[in-house]
């Protein structure tokens, strides 16, 4: 590439890059809702006014014709000049937008993705974009084009419809292709003259206008916002379904890789005396829930029931849209890598404080020990109390609500038994603990914690978040630790039956220890190579949450087959874990899949942690967490596994999530070395 496309790609913003600008939606994370196949054409529309002010191309009332066909040096746009340069005929703009718009999707990623890199735009977990903070602050960014403004985007464009000023031949294009997608209302708050202003400086340009006119009068769009022939949805025989062999073994995330191979990507189950269940599985499945779900699934419908039972409404899993992504945003830093890289030395303290209750020649019950260890851990991290005590009964009642409300496997009278009452009361006992031990007094020398923030949060916006949704958020976080405490027994689990592997993790962390506690700096992806290749081999084998379930908001079509309002989908994000077009040899377990020569893991088939907008958000936490606690493990015993013929095949309990079966015990063979007191 030259000089001059180097520097213009460092510089100049383009037509699209501009558009993404305008339709990002600060307060909702993402675009403004333009449907699909206006959105499409849009930013079709606007790499062809690009390549036209670029002297690329040009046009007539009639058609739009290539003038010069050299290279741009932009990924984006060189490969839609090279389509319609190496057309035989000439074709009008309305065509090719036609024609293109199916790439639209690709040169949003690429738009993205450039916008990130240059530091305009910020990504955020859970497929989200905003402005980066400088940009936020008033930073201002260059167009090296003569006559451009250095004005931020929506700034120039609102004050381009709100005032008489003369209109640059590149904001007509922009207000054309904003006005086509119908966002401008949202955007400004537009009144008669401003309208009447946007109407006339969609007529001053005929590429604009030529580009508006074909995005707006195209009758695709229509026919293929719905299929014309959808496709029945398949349903699993149910004798077949019963003879598959992880059905006994309880390995959902491999049965319904089984299934989605033999079905197709949406399938159904009709259980005896129940409603149909819909299922999504599959790759192609997974890249639909992860880009369009937010168009067309919510969360709400089917998590009401679940969050009345804590006194809550409206809390992190229930929330869709604008509000999600503000609580989430919110709650970010609680979550983050960082905030336990700040606090390591508690991670340390607290977990060898628990492995001193080990006893060489003495067995486990896997899940326990796992989840002593992790909460012992956790929950003074994250709440700032002590709550071995209470989480056998805040468990026991957490699952039997997901049972009822969540899964619907159990009448409602079951969540309201003796024992459920009694177990329900240990929340109020919790609550009382968390703000008893929680006053500022007693947390003016203390590191931040998960209370601290939803405190603040609280006292900020009482009606956002309400004194009704705190004990919902404490309890939650203690889940959290059962969750991460069953991913962490299958960590042991592999690493114990794999006396291999288990030597190489343990070369690791006697490195890593031979000096003391490592720091965070320490932690880097050369020290802990092998640990984090075996720990994202473990997440693909035994990914404990194995589907997701949402309600579908707006009628939608996957892969031909239509999901209609108001229809209950279960997402299985993991079964492609266990599907061969995704996964080489997806039965075995193999940490070379993610060495940088393979990287299996780099597309949506890799789910552990869910997809779009409701991703786990504690992903970084907690993979530093495991690799930690694994790598104390391993440093200080020998573990094996009881009774041993688990080591040859393991079964799974998976419900209401998946984990190791009740009869799986760790059996601690060898202290390596003292524990420090």
């Known amino acids: 590439m030259n000089d001059t496309a180097e520097s213009l790609k460092a510089e100049y913003l383009s037509l699209t890059d501009e558009l993404i600008l305008m339709l990002i939606d600060e307060k909702g994370g993402y675009f403004h809702q333009v449907p699909g196949w206006r959105l499409n054409c849009a930013v079709v529309g606007g790499v062809l006014a690009e390549l036209s002010f670029r002297s690329r191309l040009d046009s007539d009332l009639t058609s739009l014709y290539v003038v010069d066909r050299a290279e741009t040096g932009d990924p984006v746009l060189d490969p839609i000049l090279k389509e319609i340069a190496d057309e035989p005929g000439q074709h ?20 993205l993705e450039r916008l990130v890199e240059r530091g305009i735009l910020q990504h955020h977990e859970g497929e989200f974009w905003t402005l980066a903070p400088s940009v936020m602050h008033g930073q201002r960014y260059g167009m090296s084009e003569e006559g451009a403004t250095d004005q931020f985007i929506k700034a120039r464009i609102g004050n381009l419809i709100f005032t008489d000023e003369i209109p640059e031949p590149r904001d007509v294009v922009i207000v054309c292709l904003v006005n086509t997608c119908d966002v401008f209302r949202l955007i400004f708050e537009l009144d008669e003259v401003a309208e009447e202003r946007i109407k006339l400086i969609c007529q001053l340009d005929l590429i604009g206008r030529s580009i508006a006119d074909a995005v707006s009068e195209s009758l695709v769009g229509p026919i293929r916002g719905h299929a014309a022939l959808a496709k029945k949805i398949p349903t ?3 004798s077949r379904l019963l003879r598959n ?15 989605a191979e033999e079905y197709g990507p949406v399938f159904q189950i009709r259980p005896p005396f129940s409603g149909r269940m819909i299922f999504l599985a599959g790759l192609e499945t997974n890249q639909w829930v992860h880009k369009r779900g937010r168009r067309y699934l919510r969360t709400r419908d089917y998590f009401a029931d679940f969050e009345k039972v804590y006194g809550a409404a409206g809390v992190l899993p ?11 945003k919110f709650l970010s830093p609680s979550y983050s890598r960082a905030r336990l890289g700040g606090q390591l030395d508690q991670l340390y303290d607290k977990g060898r404080a628990y492995m001193s209750t080990l006893t060489v020649g003495d067995s486990y019950r896997a899940t326990s020990m796992s989840r002593a260890m992790v909460n012992a851990q956790l929950s003074p991290l994250f709440i700032g109390v002590d709550t071995q005590d209470l989480m056998g009964d805040l468990m026991v009642y957490k699952e039997r609500a997901l049972s009822v409300h969540i899964a619907r496997t159990l009448p409602r009278f079951m969540l309201h038994t003796p024992g ?7 929340l109020d006992t919790l609550m009382e603990r968390v703000l008893r031990l929680n006053t500022p007094a007693q947390r003016a020398d203390g590191p931040r914690n998960l209370v601290d923030d939803y405190l603040s949060l609280h006292a900020s916006d009482p009606q956002f978040l309400p004194e009704s949704n705190l004990l919902f958020a404490f309890s939650a976080a203690l889940i959290a630790s059962v969750y991460l405490g069953d991913t962490f027994s299958l960590l042991i689990y592999a690493m114990a039956s794999q006396p291999a592997l288990y030597e190489r993790i343990r070369a690791e962390a006697d490195a890593l220890f031979a000096e003391g506690d490592p720091e965070k700096e320490d932690l880097t992806p050369a020290n802990l190579d092998v640990t984090h290749r075996f720990l994202m081999e473990c997440l693909r084998m035994y990914p404990i949450v194995p589907m997701s379930v949402r309600n579908v908001m707006n009628t939608c079509t996957v892969g031909n087959y239509e999901l209609p309002v108001g229809e209950r989908i279960h997402i299985a994000m993991t079964a492609t874990h266990y599907m061969r077009d995704v996964f080489s040899e997806p039965y075995k377990f193999d940490i070379d899949r993610f060495l940088p020569s393979r990287r299996e893991h780099h597309s949506m088939g890799f789910a552990p942690y869910g997809l779009g907008t409701h991703r786990c958000l504690g992903t970084r936490w907690m993979e530093m967490h495991l690799a930690v606690n694994l790598l104390m493990l391993a440093h200080y015993f020998t573990i094996e596994v009881a009774p041993e013929k688990f080591a040859r095949k393991l079964r799974l309990n998976p419900f209401p999530s998946l984990k190791p079966s009740k009869k799986l015990q760790f059996r601690i063979s060898e202290q390596r070395r003292e524990l420090p007191a």
């Open 318 to 328: 229930a929330l869709d849209g604008a509000d999600h992504f503000r609580l989430r």
């Open 92 to 111: 009008n703009a309305r065509y090719w937008i036609e024609r293109l718009a199916p790439r639209a999707e690709s040169i949003v990623d690429l738009t």
């Open 420 to 426: 459920m009452k009694r177990r329900a009361a240990v």
């Open 245 to 259: 062999p992880h059905v006994r073994d309880g390995n959902l995330n491999a049965l319904f890789g089984n299934l």
């Open 236 to 238: 699993v025989s149910l």
